[in-house]
């Protein structure tokens, strides 16, 4: 029983080691597939080491160390150890492949866990890919629907031409006497649609003399015939003509050129009515008096001219009609008198003669003096004498008949104040230096007008050195008002004046001065009551300097528009009449693009880098391309802005597409009655990030802006440029102005960047070409961008919300300033890292397109000489021309001041001659304009929420800027 149960009890009892022994194994697997695997091997190595340690140890022991038991027998010991060692090393084996075992299926599980999550980051992209394309369709469903509504309001599209016929002869109840004449009751308005361009005829000078009563100077008609041919509203068909111009010139008298003619009034009369358009009546003709020498002829006095209107200088109280007939700038400025001074004389009419001809003005004359300094030498001069008139008689004419001639007449009382207060001027030093002649010295010519007026003492160019050194200049008008409306003499020294810088101050009562109607001569002279006389001297040191400058600079406005040639002249006068017709001017051309045709390739797709247009939140969709509005304010220009732009650059003779004054509407408009085209920021709620970026929102309607590239044998940089614009948004389309002297060969790749790339080669390899008014230019917003100019997205998008809040300015991004060169004097460029700039460099800068066409068309030839014969300094030309019209900085935006491009050869600008030519730039323009337009800023423009410290919640307008 003992034995049976003692051998029961151990086979349970091995059972149950087995079953421990089993336990312990599951265990230590659960163990190992629950736990780390670097944490198993870890704990493996200390088992090793510690059982490395133990055995090595145990066999290190000296002899008799380990003595068996005394109730155990010496081999029953060792078979037992070694029993133990090899069921270790069975267990070391069994885990080594457990752990092997499970090694390989965490290795499986991990490869699957990556691959479901490789699977589930495509899963992700595409649903947000789908996301971002329906909130795309969503925004170009907005777009359409937009779009929709507005072209249910069609613009109205330009009426054709309307022309007059010769069988036009509408009734018009006329005046009870000629005298009283209007443009309502004298002039016919039906051969002058508001859409026939204004076609003038003139009457052909050898079929108007054969006949003429009186001998008229060749010379001016020659003057005239060519000053005609170059002004656009000239025609050959007297048929269509809404405007008749009858030239009668200079009457040629054998008793002296200033002496008055002797001409038949009825004679003259008579041969008025026998033109052959005269209609009976002389509506709409314009009998246009010129003279060369004279100063007091005036041979259509008492003459009956009907419904013609009159242009000439000289006109008497009762022979001008208000509103109809136009009082003309003097000719020439030529002294006559004296035979002492004809070498004088003589020298001073060839350089007339070379101003009559010259259709460009005196921009480039290089004796008009510069209008700086505001104080010159002389606060005052006059040069003038009385009563030498000999026996020209002062002519009234009276409108019932009756001419009333008076002889040499006294001195009158204001005479004698003049002269005492011209004395006490001169004499008094307190107000600084005057130039103040009352008598001509006998060495000079004079050249007496009428009676009743000052004559002028000695020729042009005497004049104009004594003008050139005063900062203003006395003007006394007629002593006989009340006869004279205008004179030859007073015009005279008005185009002397302002032609010199020299301020004009008109004492007495305001004649008519050339186109009063429409100049504002306030805002170019002074006009000084005769009771002021005595405190002149006070009221003039007392103007501010800049009010002086300004004074100065509008005169040098007029004078460059209306006096300069005689074209100004005569197209100055026609814009009076087509000016009260309501009939715009004709539209400024564009230039013909020589467009080369190429193939584009489709660029790969590529990850956004940071700022570009798919990197931003929320960036709108592509839009199909729009042009920009033209010509929508076509009549507002001769109503409501007609005497504007009559006083401002660059005058009123031609029409623009758009200029960037146009007026802008109120805020609440675009959400009533006027939201045609605007697109406000959240539908005008407003907002930030991803709803600022849908939107271009601001005050202007929805736009496009066009991109011109100019480029110069660098066709890998040109072509990386473009591709980096690949869905840029709002670019309309991308022109490539190719001034290489090869054209681009067939195997360039040109990218598809999603909008037109247009390639324009030019007549000549110049850089004014980069301002060129190229005929696809279609947007009002221009970005100027040179090949090597690296800007992101956002940048190019930021500068364009920008530009569109300042339409009048440059916009961009590298700054530059013009420094004071105080060892040498005049001006320098400088590209220095500075806190206030004057330029933004046009290699990446918006402008708007107005300002290419006066660059090309109005601004001076010797600016765009000078950047072809340096080829350099188009963007300095740029910012004068933009600072001289606005009398405003250029706008600096981000904090970008130069451009790096890896790659490219070194460009011109890095040498020390780009720099010297620059400055020679700089002070040759200032030469031309007559001062230093550029204007000074300390300050740039970033976004509104830049360097804004924002709730978490909350999103800032762009992420990079």
């Known amino acids: 029983m003992v034995a049976s149960r003692n051998g029961h009890f151990n086979k349970n009892g091995q059972h149950k080691m087995t079953d421990n022994f089993s336990s312990i194994v599951i265990r230590i697997k659960r163990f190992f597939t629950t736990t780390r695997l670097s944490r198993v091997a870890f704990i493996f190595l200390i088992i090793f080491i510690a059982f490395h340690y133990f055995t090595h140890h145990l066999f290190k022991l000296p002899s008799g160390t380990l003595q068996p038991e005394p109730n155990l027998p010496y081999s029953s010991y060792r078979l037992r150890d070694l029993k133990h060692i090899n069921e270790l090393n069975r267990i070391k084996r069994s885990v080594s492949n457990e752990l092997r075992d499970l090694e390989g299926k965490r290795n499986q599980i991990q490869d699957d866990i990556s691959l479901h999550q490789n699977s589930l980051t495509k899963i992700e992209q595409t649903v947000k890919k789908a996301q971002t394309e329906l909130e795309t369709l969503k925004r170009q469903i907005i777009q359409l629907k937009n779009e929709q509504k507005e072209a249910e309001k069609p613009k109205m599209a330009a009426p054709a031409r309307l022309l007059a016929t010769e069988t036009d002869n509408v009734h018009i109840n006329p005046p009870k006497h000629y005298y009283k004449c209007q443009m309502q009751d004298c002039f016919d308005y039906s051969r002058c649609s508001l859409t026939s361009q204004f076609p003038v005829y003139v009457y052909p000078h050898k079929a108007q003399t054969d006949e003429t009563p009186f001998s008229t100077t060749s010379f001016v008609l020659d003057v005239t015939r060519t000053a005609f041919q170059s002004i656009p509203y000239m025609t050959s068909d007297p048929a269509v003509a809404c405007l008749y111009v009858v030239v009668l010139g200079e009457v040629e008298s054998t008793s002296g050129a200033n002496s008055q003619p002797i001409v038949d009034k009825s004679t003259m009369s008579d041969w008025l009515h026998s033109l052959p358009h005269w209609r009976g009546d002389g509506r709409n003709h314009l009998l246009v008096y010129l003279s060369r020498q004279s100063t007091a002829q005036n041979p259509l006095l008492g003459v009956d001219v009907g419904r013609a209107m009159i242009a000439q200088t000289n006109f008497a109280t009762g022979q001008f009609r208000f509103g109809f007939d136009i009082v003309m700038p003097t000719l020439t400025l030529v002294g006559t008198g004296q035979q002492n001074a004809a070498s004088e004389e003589d020298g001073d009419k060839s350089n007339m003669e070379e101003w009559l001809m010259n259709d460009g003005g005196l921009w480039s004359d290089d004796d008009i003096p510069l209008q700086v300094p505001a104080m010159r030498d002389f606060l005052l001069s006059f040069q003038g004498q009385w009563g030498i008139a000999g026996e020209i008689p002062l002519s ?146 007392n103007f501010p300097h800049a009010d002086i400058l300004a004074l100065r600079r509008q005169g040098r406005f007029l004078y460059d528009t209306y006096f300069s040639s005689a074209r100004y002249l005569l197209e100055g006068m026609l814009s009076v009449v087509r000016t009260r017709l309501q009939i715009p001017p004709v539209a400024v051309e564009d230039t013909t693009s020589d467009v080369v045709p190429h193939k584009s390739f489709k660029i790969d797709e590529h990850d956004p880098a940071p700022g570009d247009a798919a990197s931003e939140f929320g960036m709108p969709p592509l839009e199909p391309p729009t042009a920009s509005l033209r010509f929508v304010r076509n009549f507002t220009g001769v109503t409501m802005d007609a005497r504007n732009n009559w006083n401002n650059i660059p ?128 947007t009002d917003a221009v970005l100027s961008l040179d090949d090597d100019a690296h800007l992101r997205h956002d940048e190019i998008l930021f500068g364009f919300r920008v530009w569109r809040q300042s339409r009048n300015r440059v916009v961009g991004f590298p700054g530059r300033f013009h420094a004071w060169d105080i060892r040498n004097g005049g001006w320098a460029y400088n590209s220095n890292y500075t806190c206030e700039l004057s330029m933004v460099l046009t290699g990446a800068a918006f402008i708007h397109k107005y300002y290419m066409y006066l660059y090309t068309y109005w601004m001076p030839s010797p600016i765009r000489d000078t950047v072809d014969e340096f080829m350099n300094c188009e963007d300095i030309a740029m910012n004068f021309l933009v600072s001289h019209m606005t009398r405003q900085p250029p706008v600096k935006v981000t904090s970008r001041w130069t451009f790096r491009c890896p790659g490219c050869p070194m460009a011109l600008s890095q040498s020390q001659e780009h720099f010297e030519e620059r400055h020679k730039c700089i002070n040759r323009f200032v030469k031309v304009f007559g001062y230093m337009p550029l204007v000074f800023t300390q300050f740039r423009v970033d976004s509104i929420l830049f360097k804004t410290r924002l709730p978490h919640d909350k999103q800032k307008c762009f992420k990079f800027i």
């Open 651 to 778: 005058g009123p003779f031609s029409l623009f597409p758009s200029v960037p004054e146009d007026r802008i509407l109120p805020t609440d408009a675009q959400f009533i009655g006027s939201t045609d085209g605007f697109r406000p920021i959240g539908a005008g709620e407003g907002g930030t990030g991803r709803i600022f970026q849908e939107s271009l929102g601001g005050n202007c309607r929805k736009e496009q802006f066009t991109i011109v590239l100019l480029t110069y044998e660098r066709d890998e940089v040109l072509l990386q440029a473009v591709e980096r614009l690949h869905d840029l948004p709002y670019l309309n389309k991308v022109i490539v102005v190719w001034n290489s002297p090869s054209p681009p060969q067939d195997h360039l790749r040109w990218p598809d960047i999603g909008v037109e790339v247009v390639v324009i080669t030019p007549e000549k390899n110049s850089l004014n070409n980069r301002f060129m008014p190229w005929d696809q230019i279609e």
């Open 396 to 541: 009234q004419y009276n409108p019932e008949g009756k001419v009333n001639v008076e002889k040499q007449p006294s001195a009158s009382p204001f005479y004698e104040i003049f002269i005492e207060s011209l004395t006490l001027m001169k004499d008094n030093k307190l107000h600084g230096k005057f130039h103040l002649e009352t008598k001509c010295p006998e060495d000079r010519i004079a050249t007496p007008g009428y009676s009743s007026e000052w004559a002028l003492c000695g020729s042009f160019s005497s004049r104009a050195s004594i003008l050139s050194r005063s900062t203003f200049t006395l003007i006394p008008s007629s002593d006989k008002l009340d006869l004279l409306i205008s004179t030859s003499l007073l015009t005279a020294r008005i185009g002397e004046a302002l032609r010199s810088g020299a301020i004009p101050v008109i004492i007495g009562r305001k004649e008519m001065l050339p186109f009063s109607e429409y100049i504002e001569w306030e805002k170019a002279a002074l006009f000084i009551p005769q009771a002021r006389i005595t405190e002149l001297s006070f009221l003039l040191i």
